[in-house]
């Protein structure tokens, strides 16, 4: 079976790809994330995934073409929606964008079946995303287009941590977003803003 694998980051596309291998799958990766902010943590994390896709000799799609990472879109998209920093009605609207462009590309190129390294990570909303994958299979089955491959990667989880720090694959601090960079270094401000306070009234 010919699967396009969604690569979200390096790290987390290490144990599903040795897992579709041993499956005898044939992988490519496509690495779609305009979600990654600011561009230098994109451009470490795209970094990351073709270190991976080096290691397994793995044929990668990049999402090269204009629009493909623009920051200004990504959040116009997701603000026109009144989403915004709620991230139980932001993520779903991260998600469809990239399985949506994964599964179009999958269909224009033939393969058989899309899957994502997001079905790996034990932050994400895991039924969800999968519910979405079924639901876009279902838009894409009339013109014959590709299945979404169910995989629960999460049992590799620690695994694939070990695997990516003996690789050197740069491993981030936050999902992606600028609000959930916003919500990982959010007790951090308190705890300055407090110290200021504190030093203010000295
Ligand atoms: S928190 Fe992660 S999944 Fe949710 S919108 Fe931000 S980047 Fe996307």
Same mark, same amino acid.
Not at 149 to 155: A, C, E, I, S
């Given at each position: 079976?010919?699967?396009? @694998?969604? %690569?979200?980051?390096?790290?987390?596309? %290490?144990? !599903?790809?040795?897992?579709?291998?041993?499956?005898?799958?044939?992988?490519?990766?496509?690495?779609?994330? !305009?979600?990654?902010?600011?561009?230098?943590?994109?451009?470490?994390?795209?970094?990351?995934?073709?270190?991976?896709?080096?290691?397994?000799?793995?044929?990668?799609?990049?999402?090269?073409?204009?629009?493909?990472?623009?920051?200004?879109?990504?959040?116009?998209?997701?603000?026109?929606?009144?989403?915004?920093?709620?991230?139980?009605?932001?993520?779903?609207?991260?998600? +469809?964008?990239? &399985?949506?462009?994964?599964?179009? @590309?999958?269909?224009?190129?033939?393969?058989?079946?899309?899957?994502? +390294?997001?079905?790996? +990570?034990?932050?994400?909303?895991?039924?969800?995303?999968?519910? @979405?994958?079924?639901?876009?299979? #279902? /838009?894409?089955?009339?013109?014959?287009?590709?299945?979404? &491959?169910?995989?629960?990667?999460?049992?590799?989880?620690?695994?694939?941590?070990?695997? +990516? /720090?003996?690789?050197?694959?740069?491993? #981030? #601090?936050?999902?992606?977003?600028?609000?959930?960079?916003?919500?990982?270094?959010?007790?951090?401000?308190? /705890?300055?803003?407090?110290?200021?306070?504190?030093?203010?009234?000295?």
């Amino acid at each position: 079976m010919r699967v396009l @694998l969604h %690569i979200c980051c390096g790290p987390c596309a %290490i144990m !599903p790809v040795r897992r579709l291998l041993d499956e005898g799958c044939e992988v490519e990766g496509f690495f779609y994330n !305009p979600n990654i902010h600011p561009l230098a943590e994109y451009l470490r994390r795209r970094e990351g995934a073709a270190a991976v896709a080096e290691k397994y000799g793995l044929r990668m799609h990049w999402a090269l073409e204009d629009g493909d990472y623009d920051t200004a879109a990504w959040l116009g998209r997701i603000t026109a929606s009144g989403a915004g920093l709620n991230a139980r009605e932001r993520c779903p609207l991260c998600w +469809s964008g990239r &399985l949506g462009r994964t599964f179009a @590309l999958a269909e224009r190129e033939g393969f058989d079946a899309v899957t994502s +390294s997001l079905l790996y +990570s034990r932050r994400q909303r895991h039924d969800e995303i999968a519910a @979405l994958g079924r639901a876009l299979a #279902q /838009k894409h089955a009339g013109a014959g287009g590709p299945l979404f &491959l169910y995989r629960d990667f999460r049992p590799d989880w620690q695994r694939g941590i070990e695997v +990516s /720090k003996e690789w050197g694959v740069y491993r #981030q #601090q936050y999902c992606g977003c600028i609000f959930s960079e916003n919500d990982r270094y959010a007790r951090a401000l308190q /705890k300055a803003d407090t110290a200021l306070c504190t030093a203010g009234r000295a």
